[in-house]
């Protein structure tokens, strides 16, 4: 494998870097005072796009356990001036959302000079949907996804089309879905008690349906529903780093 160059970020928070080969796209990290683990914590965003707020949200975690965090901000308005929701479906046009992350960290690789994998996601709201469509064509590259208070669910169904099921993703994306792999990955679903005010159905019973189609497909899946929390980052936090706090201390992926 190519030597990756010796890092050209500093320890801490850096700042919004544009991706070199597309700079609509930028991402910002946060690197530990010491690295160790290898393992690479990905805060996706929700519709405000608050990239540095959920990267913010998780620092503690990274510094308690050595983990780098990389927080993609995919801007609204790409391609059609009103669009609010490109990225939450990967697939916008001839835009591939999930593409595009995969080059941001391959970015941060070089500006960290670490090899950095395998991701642990973490999404909130528009970000969940991004992330659990993203754990479905990917699973490979996923140690851990958190999905917290997704607003539209796709649901391992193949009897409805993208994006409500997953009937037709190989032709939709040019991959099947590989539900063996799927299942060995731990997967979290974590919405706030108070999360109702979304229409015809509340986060709440979205959260919950997801859930259970992910127990009755075989995988591991843990739902947290907070009390007193509505439609809020900060409330879903501790039980989210409770959450990675075990799954770091199960895989002993600790890295010198």
């Known amino acids: ?22 700079p609509r796209f930028s991402y910002c990290t946060y690197v530990p005072a010491e690295i160790r683990s290898g393992e690479l914590l990905v805060t996706v965003h929700g519709t405000g796009r608050d990239a540095i707020g ?18 993609p901000l995919f801007p609204a308005g ?9 990225y939450k ?13 995969m080059r941001m960290v391959v970015a941060a690789e070089r500006r960290t000079g670490r090899r950095l994998g395998p991701l642990r996601l973490v999404g909130f709201s528009g970000g969940a949907q991004f992330v659990h469509r993203f754990l479905y064509l990917h699973p ?28 037709d993703v190989q032709d939709v994306f040019g ?4 539900l063996a792999t799927l299942r060995s990955v731990p ?4 919405v706030g008690a ?7 159905r509340s986060r709440v019973e979205q959260a919950k349906t997801l859930h259970d189609n992910y127990r009755n497909h075989g995988i591991s899946s843990r739902l947290d529903v907070v009390p007193h929390s509505r439609h809020d980052l900060a409330g879903l936090v501790p039980p989210i780093t409770d959450f990675l706090d075990g799954q770091l201390r199960n895989t002993g992926r600790f890295a010198s």
């Open 1 to 22: 494998m190519e030597a990756v160059p010796h890092g050209l970020l500093p320890r801490g928070s850096s700042a919004l870097y544009a991706l070199g080969d597309d």
């Open 54 to 71: 959920i990267r913010d949200a998780f620092v503690p975690f990274a510094e308690q356990h050595g983990v780098t965090i990389l927080s």
């Open 78 to 86: 790409i391609d059609r001036p009103d669009d609010l929701d490109n």
């Open 89 to 101: 479906f990967i697939r916008f046009g001839h835009l591939r959302f999930d593409r595009l992350l």
């Open 140 to 167: 490979g590259l996923v140690a851990s996804a958190t999905i917290a208070a997704p607003g539209r669910i796709t649901l391992l169904d193949d009897t409805r089309d993208w994006w409500a099921g997953t009937r």
């Open 175 to 178: 991959t099947s879905l590989d």
């Open 187 to 190: 997967v979290q679903v974590v």
């Open 194 to 200: 108070d999360d109702t005010d979304t229409g015809v």
